[in-house]
């Protein structure tokens, strides 16, 4: 029976695509919801499974771009595809298996260290090397047989290098001993290409569109994470053991945006055409980094959520985009963006805006600073964020209005349970 496997409907909007990768080869045999190729839209990476087992026969090519529904391959499935067993072989199957040796430790480290000798080839081993070989017992065709293949800039590298018989230290003249020679250093001038995906080809074209439709500025501000670093410290294996997963910055901080939107929302704001669309929502994008590049999955509805709520669903977001399991509508809308380029080590950046959104929060590497507190000089790990915004809708006022109030929540974090507001106040009715 031939089974066709179809091009999915990445989102609705969505009618067209690009066939990235193929993860197996024409005619082999493949099991269901095995994943075989890599879907590239415009938005997202997906991936493509197998819905029935046997022989596939693929009829698009990589890189093609062809329409939602087009057959993407075949599969014949009177191919009978032989599963790995799932259990292991009982007691009166294993009389037919060579019985391995039992070596001990100390024994096995000693036939490593003979397979290792470097003498017994042409190949020089560092002591650093012969040691890792050592300790994983892995003799030297092994390390050889686990490289890459011999490429036309490998043969020229040893071309290249200088016909000298090696010296030992006790040559001399003049009883002046030799220096052993310094061992020339391969190089290449070889060059790699490839094909730009469809998410990077939009990625850049959102970008330079920003930089030319908008009147992007960038204000900062640097905050001090001491409240912040020691209520994480303090609660962190009661959150661990209550919720399953470690608390971050990410959420602490989308929890703060989504607050001092009740105090600035016109950095919530949009511009759509001549009207100005003002949500009364906020629906935070967090940047993800992936290997196929830069994603934002949305936190819908995050100032009705908890910082535990808004910390489990990053989590599951990131490790889809991560994937290639998420949806585009998980990646699409958002009002606000947030991204952490201190993950990196970044000390200080200028992000740019996610359009339509009007602004974008810019966290960075928190680093131990001398700050000067109440006249004196102390040592505390602060932080330097940037917001960058939409000057045509949001003016200077509210840009740095927005980020003093994301400061003064994440310094003192128990205003995030009175919605921004300082306790002693509502303590006193003022």
């Not at 029935?52 to 990589?62: F, M, T, Y």
């Not at 087009?70 to 032989?82: G, H, L, M, P, R």
């Not at 940047?287 to 819908?300: D, E, S």
Request: negative net charge.
């Amino acid at each position: 029976m031939l089974i066709e496997i179809k091009v999915p409907t990445p989102g609705e909007s969505i009618t067209e695509v690009e066939l990235g990768k193929w993860l197996v080869a024409d005619g082999d045999l493949v099991e269901k919801d095995q994943e075989v190729a890599e879907i590239e839209s415009d938005k997202a990476t997906l991936t493509l499974s197998a819905t029935e087992s046997g022989q596939i026969k693929i009829q698009i090519q990589e890189g093609e771009r062809v329409a939602v529904g087009a057959i993407a391959c075949t599969i014949d499935t009177s191919f009978v595809v032989e599963r790995k067993p799932e259990k292991e072989p009982i007691a009166s199957e294993l009389f037919v298996k060579p019985q391995e040796a039992v070596v001990s430790e100390p024994e096995k480290k000693s036939v490593a260290k003979a397979a290792v000798k470097p003498e017994d080839s042409n190949v020089k081993v560092t002591p650093v090397a012969r040691e890792m070989m050592e300790e994983n017992n892995l003799s030297m065709d092994e390390v050889l047989s686990g490289l890459h293949r011999i490429s036309k800039g490998d043969i020229e590298a040893v071309l290249a290098l200088p016909k000298i018989d090696k010296l030992t230290s006790t040559s001399s003249v003049s009883g002046v001993p030799f220096a052993e020679p310094v061992e020339a250093k391969a190089f290449s001038r070889e060059e790699k290409r490839e094909k730009m995906t469809s998410l990077r080809r939009k990625l850049s074209e959102r970008l330079v569109a920003v930089k030319n439709e908008t009147a992007m500025l960038t204000t900062f501000n640097e905050i001090d994470m001491s409240r912040v670093m020691e209520m994480r410290t303090k609660l962190q294996d009661k959150f661990v053991g209550k919720y399953g997963l470690k608390l971050g910055f990410m959420s602490i901080f989308s929890k703060a945006v989504a607050e001092a939107m009740q105090f600035h929302p016109t950095i919530n704001a949009q511009i759509d055409g001549e009207e100005i669309i003002s949500p009364e929502f906020v629906d935070i994008g967090i940047a993800v980094q992936t290997p196929k590049g830069l994603m934002v999955p949305i936190i819908r509805n995050t100032e009705s959520k908890t910082i535990a709520e808004i910390e489990i669903e990053l989590k599951v977001l990131a490790e889809k985009a991560r994937t290639k399991k998420i949806t585009v509508e998980e990646l699409t809308g958002g009002t606000f963006t947030i991204t952490n380029g201190g993950t990196f080590g970044s000390l200080m950046s200028t992000p740019i805006i996610n359009p339509p959104q009007s602004a974008i929060l810019g966290m960075h590497n928190i680093v131990d600073r001398p700050i000067a507190v109440n006249g004196q000089v102390v040592i505390r790990p602060m932080m330097y964020v940037a917001l960058s915004y939409d000057h045509r809708i949001i003016d200077g006022k509210d840009s740095v209005g927005f980020l003093v109030k994301i400061k003064e929540l994440i310094e003192n974090p128990e205003r995030l349970l009175t919605s921004g507001r300082n306790p002693e106040e509502i303590l006193l009715g003022l």
